[in-house]
């Protein structure tokens, strides 16, 4: 049965207790019963507590301060912007159960990535949790873990699990992209809605559309009579849209086309980065359904919500009204040295960088090491944790990265200097763990025969880095409460095992096409009121290109910077950060967006002969599957004693490694074509 409860401070409550500048003010919980039908953890059945954050800002406040056009939002009777947002916890049930710590995940577009990663539940979704009926995985439920969500996302569709923010009373110009005649493309239309806005006119004779062959291609401007902000139906029929631009006449090749207008008033985005903080902050503080707060919280992050996390410490959120870090360690996976469009005007939360399709976006952008350091031009010195440091709210910090990272997410420039030449010290209170071998994107190696995910090589499937998430999550729990030290950072060595793609001696493997470079990363100038205002020069001037670097590799062409996890160390072929997926994409140095390939090694001596694979083949290397078990239960075993694998996750490694030879048996089969 559901449950409608309050908990929050009245308006005389917050006066009596000291009236903060920004704050939840009210928690209602529309829903509270047992999660997963109440099936039995170490630590207990768990429950599930859902419902709504309401918040509230001092738009004049210095907890306003960096929020873009917070001062042109409309405000309530108290003089304060309203907004709210959904949130999630799930905990166990029993009150001595749970171990003290909460982690909090920064959702991704309105969606969870700790499942299959800390936990593997099935149907799992933050807006209905009531879904999932089974979990087969769950070491840190076992443990007595609290986990919690709250929404932060402002152009996310409605219904998600995103977050309701006004919209300011202003607009400005708007910078639209999109791709023409590459993978499924039209040739003469695409979309004209950046930052949750389309054009406030759209008839306005100002627009211009430019039409690009790379990224920093001067181009050519399209006559305004020769495009208009309109998009065409199924049935030929064109209409009128502010949201749609459509080319009289198609493009030939592959372009991309740079779109700019005068936008409508544009949602309040960074209102995201506060209820980040404002929830936490709460949750930290207040008895929520009758349960004493956690003594520690730590957040967590993949992707996206890692670059968040990276720009929530770097504009100084991690500082609370009542002085203390709101997160007491972060655990950012697959950020890169990236951060994200997240707090200026138009903002695009969604964008990802050069390398997936999001043209000279406000992601990659200098700092890119925790402490100072020069930018590529000498004019600046920045480091991500400036903030922090100064406020004295650093929280404990686990870098955690795939070789894809280096390939696609601008990793080097975390750990050298921004022109690639020296290398950088590490924070105090941070490790970097690389995880050899692995991608952002896994996924099932078979898939690249499908039509829709079709691609030169199979798939990456390497699982290592996820493997390793809960065990990395206890350590950093015990760093922050008892101050045990967790394992030593494990990355690749300037030099050595960090190199110049040039210098990357990948093997000459047969039907194998090595990328030249990585996706392109230039200095971005977004205007001289970029922080205050927003960006004020769209597009932006293209400054000096960074200086990436990539992991090196062994003579199986599998990386050998990082830590080596269960499956790099015990491979079945040769684990890549890159693909081989669509060549009209290649000119905007897109190499395979994130998904990396694994290039099986061939199955016995005469075989790789036949394919003159210059690599030993599987059964030279294991003798059969016996041989290969043995080697992954001993290095089941290296892993738990050197802190990158919980002892209870033993049995289920090895039914997971189990697994991975039934994929080099049958990947065997289909990669590679016999040569002629």
Known sequence: MKKALLFGLSVAATVQCGLTQAEVVRLEIKDQRNWARGQAFKAGPYEAISGTAWYEIDPQSTDAREITDIKLAPRNARGRVEYQGPFLIIRPKQASSVNGAALFEVANRGTDQSNRILFVADDFDLSDAQLTKDVAHAPLMDRGYTFAWAGWQSDLPAKSFGLTVPRAAANS?????????????????????????????????????????????????VPRSEWRFATRTKDGKVTADPCSFLLNKPVSGPALATLTYRGDQPLVTGLGLVAVRDFNAY??????????????????????????????????????????????????????????SFA???????????????????????????????????????????RARRDGVSPKIFHILSGTEFWARAGSLMQTTPDGNAALPEAPDTRTYVFAGTNHAPRPAMMFLKPEFKAGYPYNDNQDEFAAMPALTEAMRLWIEDGTQPVATQRPVLGKSLVAPAALAFPKLPGVAVPKEPPPVWQLDFGPRYRSEGITSEPPRIGARYRLLVPQVDEDGNEIGGWFGLRRSVPIGTYTA?????????????????????????????????????????????????????????????????????????????????LNWAHADALWYVWPVKPK
Request: proline fraction near 5%.
């Open 173 to 221: 110009t708007v910078r639209a992209t999109a791709f023409l005649n590459v993978e499924e493309s039209p040739a003469d239309s695409g979309s004209a809605k950046m930052g949750g806005s389309c054009a406030a006119d759209a008839n306005d004779p100002t627009a211009s559309l430019k039409i690009q062959r790379s990224y920093d291609d001067v181009g050519y401007v």
């Open 283 to 340: 949750l930290r503080t207040h008895e929520i359904a009758g349960r004493a707060p956690p003594k520690t919280i730590m957040a967590y992050g993949y992707s996206q919500s890692a670059r968040f996390l990276r720009d929530f410490l770097y504009r100084g959120f991690n500082h609370s009204a009542a002085g203390r870090p709101v997160f007491d360690g972060v655990l950012d996976t697959g950020a890169g040295a990236g951060r994200g």
């Open 344 to 386: 200026h005007r138009y903002a695009q939360p969604g964008d990802a960088g050069n390398s997936v399709g999001s043209p000279l976006r406000a992601v990659d952008l200098y700092p890119f090491s925790d402490l100072p350091t020069r930018d590529i031009t000498g004019r600046a010195r920045e480091g991500l944790l400036d």
């Open 578 to 658: 890159w693909n081989d997926t669509n060549k009209d994409a290649a000119r905007f140095g897109i190499i395979s967006g994130l998904s990396g390939a694994l290039i099986p090694f061939s199955w016995d001596e005469d075989e790789r002969a036949e394919r003159k694979d210059p690599r030993k083949s599987l059964i030279a290397r294991y003798g059969g599957r016996a041989g290969y078990m043995h080697a992954a239960d001993a290095e089941i075993e290296r892993q738990i004693n050197a802190g990158f694998m919980l002892p209870d996750e033993r049995a289920w490694n090895h039914e997971m490694m189990l």
